[in-house]
């Protein structure tokens, strides 16, 4: 009896150092994944407030919320089994599958380029009249979660790459949990940014004064802020598609394009001192939103004239 009790301990000991050598693998892959999803964090950051900032003040969070939970279901129900079964039996999809979606994000941004220089209209803004705002905020949710579905493919790949040498059950809690931190901090950011207004109202309705100027400074700020974020946004559809597509060609032997991408940000670096970082890095973001334009344009124009061939049929 005593023997199979130290037995049975023995058994439960090792289960349990078996359990946090595996915690600590899923610790390492989650700090891994992050570190190198933070740009693409940031890229999500800059486009979602464009899907918000058109509405009234009581409607942002609830949209948000919407927003959030799409990205969970993109993240935990689509992207994450996608990406495990894909990483098992069909690694060299993954590539092509996330061009497409680079593609996609190219349209997006020249859409959004189009329509501000007055090219083309596509869909309802606030700016025109809307017959039915609730179906408007249900499109543009939408919109903001099909976008939110390729940043985080992204997001999800560069994940994998970083554990894919553990184990499938560490992989999928990795994928798991970089997936809902990335979310929660996304999001809480853009709550911040869209409410950062009416906390500056709240503030200058005090009584300190210093409380006061903080919010007199923030009530002038936020609208240019919010202008700025439109405009990153935009641009950071147009990088992240033309990166994604630069990499992708690359991946599948044709790297002529993004050698040229390269060059130019390895020149910019040697030429720049001190500023070689940053601005090496602004040279291919620049070279690749230029990728990205060109090729959304494209797109963007193929489709109009496609259902304005359609409409002129019917």
Known sequence: MATGLVALLDDVSVIARAAAASLDDVGAGVAKAGSKAAGVVIDDAAVTPGYVTEFTPDRELPIIWQITKGSLRNKLLILLPIALLLSAFLPWAITP?????????????????????????????????????????????????????????????????????????????????????????????????????????????????????????????????????STVGTLAMLWVGGGIVLHGLEELGLGYPAHLAHGLQHSVQAASGALGGALGWVSYALASSVVGLVLGTVIAVVLHLIAKARGTAH
Do not use: C, W
Not at 112 to 135: N, R, S
Not at 159 to 172: G, I
């Open 97 to 229: 599958i996330l061009m497409l979606g680079g593609l996609y994000l190219s349209f997006e941004g020249a859409e959004k380029v189009i329509e501000k220089l007055g090219g083309m209209q596509y869909g309802e803004t606030l700016e025109t009249p809307v017959e039915d705002i609730a179906a408007f905020e249900k499109a543009r949710v939408s919109g903001a979660i099909r976008t939110d579905l390729i940043l985080s493919a992204e997001i999800m790949a560069i994940a994998l790459s970083e554990v894919a040498d553990n184990t499938f059950l560490t992989r999928a809690a990795a994928l798991a949990v970089v997936g809902v931190v990335i979310t929660a901090v996304v999001y809480g950011a853009v709550a911040l940014i869209v409410k950062m207004d009416d906390i500056g109202l709240h503030l200058a309705r005090k009584d300190s004064s210093a409380a006061q100027s903080v919010g007199s400074v923030l009530l002038k700020a936020m609208p240019k802020v919010l202008a700025l974020l």
